[in-house]
């Protein structure tokens, strides 16, 4: 799923754990909020209970949020009988196995510049006429740099037309765990059928195909049945077709016979511009020379650079701390290390597979066995504690996975931590070792 995440238990143990008994009865009993443009919609009992949450709780229920979905969100208390608006739930528009949209992927959130114009307008092409100009679309580029952004904006653009085509957006890894659950519980057909009746099929990620050779196998015959009936086919990776290390070369060859596009890094007034539209986003208004601040300091790649706004916008609703560039400031240098580098993925990435002498394409590769996998739950960890990345984003390093890939191996490595001395030993010997480096 790559619409942010958020278990309301977890949002509701982050809000217990800083409001004390006085407070709780006023949220115990709230039904689940819905997260939808980047607001999170709780509907109370009465418009008594609703002004008090309000007043007394909302910016704890927006820093819980916000910690939990790495994301800018604010929080809306909605009483049914006050007239105003019954939440909007994201619909699902397709029957099929697309993953939902996140409602901020879209065009007009997508800021263009040097770095992603080429990309921005034969995305915009496609959606002018699907099927048609680029089929398939490839749309390459380092993590972070927004291809999921443009592929979903394609997917919200499309599947709202008039009429609106069948739209089925997944990441490549929940393809192949479909696919492989469908061959598993022998529900092939159904699964064959519903995404062959797609009108636009998008898949993020096909990085992850390497290795899996049943899984290129069933896309291939899927991209044939699509193709040859003009339907439109999306897709993205970290690499271009032919450097996506062991994918076929039929699959190769299909993937660029259309349009490979590229997005880069962008320059600095597009990350400014990027981060003036995320805090508009959210009605915050941050002055000139603090996003001139942050957008020089942070130039890897625009999740770091929208974490750093996030925790900029948490620290002065909750901590009290005003929005200047000396707060800016502090914010950055908990990223960064003494000699001003942030700690990169590739870096954990490297230390494990020396540590655990496994090598790389294994770490990042399909291997289930317990000598790979154990290491790469132990890098997905490292990359939570070390670095702001979110779930979606160390995913994505490690081969593509899926955020609740990354979640899971948290958990079990919190849990293994205190009890094996192994893991615990492993633990504070790469920590120490990456924080050295930076
Ligand atoms: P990728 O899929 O390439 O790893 P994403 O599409 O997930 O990257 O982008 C990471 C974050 O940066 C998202 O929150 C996205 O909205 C934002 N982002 C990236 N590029 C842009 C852009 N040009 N304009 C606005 N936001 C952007
Ligand atoms: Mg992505």
């Not at 290129?216 to 032919?242: G, K, M, W």
């Not at 770091?304 to 948490?314: F, P, S, Y």
């Amino acid at each position: 799923m790559t619409a942010p995440a958020l278990s309301w238990e977890k949002l509701l143990g982050a809000v217990r754990a800083e409001r004390d008994g006085r407070y709780r009865a006023w949220f115990e009993a709230l039904p689940p909020g819905e997260l939808v443009n980047g607001e999170l919609q709780v509907v109370v009992a009465d418009p008594a209970q609703r002004q008090y949450l309000h007043s007394e709780c909302t910016a704890t229920f927006q820093q819980a949020a916000m910690r939990l979905t790495d994301h800018l969100v604010s929080v809306r208390f909605v009483a049914p009988s006050d007239g105003s608006s019954t939440p909007v739930v994201a619909s699902s528009r397709s029957p099929l196995i697309s993953s939902p949209l996140n409602p901020d992927y879209t065009f007009e959130q997508f800021v263009v510049g040097p770095s992603n114009r080429l990309a921005h307008a034969a995305c915009r092409a496609v959606c002018s006429q699907p099927g048609i100009p680029y089929n398939p679309l490839f749309v390459h580029g380092g993590s972070g740099l927004g291809k999921t952004h443009l592929l979903q904006a394609i997917g919200a653009f499309l599947g709202a037309a008039d009429p609106p085509l069948n739209v089925v957006y997944v990441s490549c890894e929940t393809f192949v765990n479909e696919f492989v659950r469908a061959i598993e519980t022998g529900t092939l057909v159904g699964f064959r059928d519903g995404i062959r009746r797609a009108d636009v099929l998008i898949i993020d990620d096909v990085q992850f195909l390497a290795d899996r050779e049943s899984s290129q196998e069933e896309l291939f015959h899927t991209f044939n049945v699509l193709h040859q009936s003009r339907r439109q086919i999306v897709l993205s990776a970290d690499y271009s077709p032919s450097e996506i290390p062991t994918l076929e070369d039929r699959l190769v060859s299909r993937f660029t016979w259309g349009l490979v596009t590229n997005v880069g890094q962008p320059d600095r007034e597009t990350r400014h511009a990027i981060l003036q539209k995320k805090a508009r986003l959210r009605g915050v208004e941050i002055p000139d020379e603090v996003l001139d601040f942050i957008a020089e300091q942070v130039q890897s790649n625009i999740r770091v650079l929208e974490g750093a706004l996030t925790r900029l916008v948490t620290e002065a609703n909750i901590g009290g701390k005003p929005l200047t560039v000396d707060t800016a400031r502090e914010i950055v240098g908990t990223f960064q290390g003494p000699s001003g580098r942030l700690l990169q993925v590739s870096d954990i990435l490297e230390a494990v597979s020396r540590h655990f002498g496994v090598r790389l394409p294994d770490l990042i590769g399909r291997k289930r066995s317990r000598s790979v996998s154990h290491p790469r739950q132990v890098g997905m960890y490292l990359a939570r504690k070390l670095t702001p990345l979110s779930l979606q984003e160390i995913g994505g390093y490690f081969g593509g996975r899926d955020h609740s890939t990354v979640l899971h191996a948290e958990r079990v490595i919190e849990v293994d931590r205190t009890h094996d001395d192994a893991t615990a030993v492993a633990l504070t010997a790469l920590t120490q070792q990456l924080l050295a480096r930076r």
